[in-house]
């Protein structure tokens, strides 16, 4: 029985359809690994930048601490009201203790928080450190001046 070629074409033609097959899975496949090695950098680096960013916090309230160190001690033992009187000369010539006001901000861009009591140092009154502290926006850990 002669089909007039048509089953050489049909050959042909199968061969052509399992080759697309087997590209389209190895594009899958592939995208699929990239897309995992992706996932794993993502997480490499955003771990190692919020490590980063958590430490620079912590630095950043120690850096304000020991401004205000400064400040009490030019000040007769008196901590400022707020922090931005860090950024400033007083009436007297004294200051500022930092400067710009990214010196009183955190890594994600928020202020730091100033507590003139102390209440995280285990110090009694007077001698007790004020609290300068941020939070991690993603879980809201608290990054302060103190030993944890």
């Not at 052509?16 to 680096?45: E, M, P, S």
């Not at 912590?58 to 008196?78: C, G």
């Not at 009201?81 to 890594?107: C, I, M």
């Amino acid at each position: 029985m002669d089909d007039g070629g048509h089953a050489a074409e049909w050959d042909e033609f199968s061969t052509d359809v399992r080759k697309k097959d087997q590209t389209i899975r190895n594009a899958i496949l592939a995208g699929v690994l990239i897309g995992l090695v992706l996932v794993g950098l993502h997480q490499l680096f955003f771990g190692s930048l919020r490590a980063a960013q958590i430490e620079s916090a912590r630095i950043q309230a120690m850096s304000i601490s020991k401004a205000l160190a400064s400040y009490r001690d030019d000040h007769e033992q008196e901590l400022p009201k707020a922090l931005q009187e860090l950024l400033v000369r007083d009436a007297n010539g004294k200051g500022p203790y930092l400067f710009g006001k990214d010196s009183l901000t955190d890594p994600w861009g928020l202020p730091f928080q100033y507590c003139r009591q102390g209440v995280m140092h285990r110090l009694e009154w007077p001698l007790r450190e004020a609290d300068v502290f941020t939070f991690v926006p993603e879980n809201g850990r608290v990054i302060g001046n103190w030993k944890e």
